[in-house]
């Protein structure tokens, strides 16, 4: 059981918005039920068709992406994908994305009276944005927005960042701004050459890149936010492909886990470090071990 | 699943490798599978040639490092097999039709599964190839050897292909391009290639576009008929 701002989790393994779709094609595979959370797809107010292929790069430990958030768009999700992830005994957090502030203002309230117990602010998604650079750069923008979401919202504000220079600084303004959690990391930005062609692969050139390879990055980011801030819930997410991977997050700090891409590498992977997670705090608190590995790192 | 090479043979380009499944695995011509290895974190898809019991055989292209690193496999090693994946060609084509079929490089694979179980909707098979190459480890009446014969298989079915005749045709998307072009007016089915992240329609890795939206090849495919899509993006 795990506890965060008030909601129960069954256990703190949950999937992270995107490869695994909105529930439906890996609930043929996997009880979700017996998952603690399930996050959606992110969905914006219009329709996204998507990048054109290839979209997947298979690279040494890791996996680049150029989905380019293909979604239906706020009125087909509400109608085709929020019932089912409704129907679900688990917890689901929504992922909302868009280009401008009133955009994501707007999908909060068509969301709010979901049965969603958070929102996930998407404001690093490394394929949809020109000239690769997006919201998360941008700590004033960051701020307003989180503000005014947070007067709207019904429901506890996460935003999900990327691996960032400036990541402490933009937590900060979010934190000031209200903000209730953070998801780290998005996947970071991947490129590769086809040195037979002698060209990029992807057409937009970069990509997202995640998989095992992003996982100390992703631990990284994650020690240098809780240690700064200790009580600030994080979703911890990036690489992790067993209940070894997990444990790793959560010692530094993760309250909950997110799997990425270990659920394309097979949909099992989520259900087995569930279980694996369930016989490893059968002897170890699990609130005890949450940050266990910062102690004597944490700022004052 | 767990599962055995059993018999591996090899030339530079080509692969030819039977595999014993811990358990029995139905897969329907057309179907896939994703099969990872050692010292991979991700799978790719490939489609059997033969599936009888818990044998299936792979003819694959060694195209890329996991592929390549396929080539040094040896009977007694083991891979990683997930499915079967997809839909079978025979719930999507017209089965009061004969078919040819026509293979580019290893999207002859799945055809030759094709012809082993459905040798009735059949009429004429070639199956292409740029080199000899592939005779060394592929025995097949149909193999059409491009260098050996001046032209493509494309062409050659150009020279006997008659106004009703149906095609069922699988390769690299410009191969399937290319018939779909030269073969406009023909009902042709074509089994399409991508690069695959879940192989299951939810990583969305796969797309294709449909006159009917965006549709994933890996789990609304892989075969289509080729007047529903636009290969073009």
Not at chain 2, 183 to 202: A, H, T, V
Request: aromatic content about 8%; hydrophobic content about 40%; some cysteine.
């Amino acid at each position: 059981m795990v506890n965060i701002l008030g909601f129960t989790f069954k256990n703190p393994v949950i999937i992270a918005s995107g490869p695994g779709g909105n529930g439906k094609e890996l609930s043929n595979y996997i009880d979700l039920n017996r998952l603690g959370g399930f996050t959606a797809k992110t969905v914006t107010l219009k329709e996204r068709p998507g990048n054109p292929p290839p979209r997947i790069v298979n690279v040494k430990a890791g996996i680049i992406n150029s989905i380019g958030l293909q979604n239906p768009g706020i009125d087909k999700f509400i109608k085709e994908d929020l019932p089912f992830l409704e129907s679900l005994n688990t917890n689901i957090i929504l992922s909302i994305g868009g280009d401008t502030k009133s955009e994501y203002l707007s999908l909060i309230e068509r969301l709010n009276d979901s049965k969603a117990v958070f929102f996930e602010l998407n404001l690093s998604c490394p394929n949809v944005s020109k000239h690769n650079t997006n919201l998360e750069h941008d700590s004033d923008a960051i701020y307003e927005l989180v503000k005014e979401a947070k007067k709207i919202s019904k429901k506890p504000i996460f935003i999900k960042l990327g691996s960032n220079l400036f990541l402490e600084k933009i937590v900060k303004r979010a934190i000031d701004a209200g903000v209730d959690g953070v998801s780290l990391i998005n996947s970071s930005k991947g490129l590769k050459v086809d040195i037979k062609k002698k060209r990029l692969i992807l057409k937009r050139g970069i990509g997202g890149f995640s998989g095992p390879a992003i996982k100390p990055i992703a631990l990284a980011a994650i020690f240098n936010i809780k240690r700064k801030f200790k009580h600030l819930p994080i979703i911890g997410m990036g690489g992790i492909f067993d209940y070894k991977d997990a444990l790793e997050f959560i010692m530094i700090g993760a309250n909950l886990i997110a799997i990425g891409s270990g659920v394309m590498a097979d949909p099992e992977i989520p259900i087995k470090i569930a279980h694996d997670l369930e016989n490893y705090f059968k002897n170890d608190s699990y609130e005890k071990t949450i940050g266990c590995a910062l102690e004597g790192f944490y700022d004052r | 699943m767990k599962s055995l090479v059993t018999k591996i043979q090899t030339t530079e380009n080509y692969i030819i490798m039977e595999v014993e499944t811990e358990h029995i695995l139905k897969i329907e011509p057309g179907q896939f599978v994703m099969i990872n290895i050692k010292g991979f974190v991700f799978p790719k898809p490939f489609s059997p040639m033969d599936q009888k019991g818990k044998k299936m055989v792979f003819l694959i292209a060694v195209v890329g490092e996991m592929t390549s690193e396929m080539k040094k496999l040896k009977p007694g090693d083991h891979i990683e097999i997930r499915g079967p994946l997809g839909t079978p060609f025979i719930e999507k084509i017209d089965r009061n039709r004969q078919y040819i079929l026509i293979g580019g490089d290893c999207g002859s694979a799945p055809l030759i599964h094709f012809k082993n179980i459905y040798p009735e909707l059949v009429k004429k098979e070639i199956y292409g190839f740029v080199t000899p190459e592939i005779k060394q480890i592929l025995t097949n009446d149909n193999l059409h050897i491009d260098k050996v014969e001046g032209m493509s298989p494309l062409k050659k079915v150009e020279k006997f292909i008659n106004k009703d005749d149906a095609i069922l045709i699988c390769g690299s998307t410009n191969f399937i391009k290319a018939a779909k072009k030269k073969f406009k007016d023909y009902l042709i089915y074509g089994s399409l290639e991508e690069r695959m992240g879940c192989g299951i329609g939810m990583c969305k890795g796969c797309p294709v576009k449909t006159k009917s939206g965006i549709k994933m090849i890996c789990k609304d495919g892989p075969i289509f008929n080729l007047s529903e899509v636009e290969l073009e993006w």
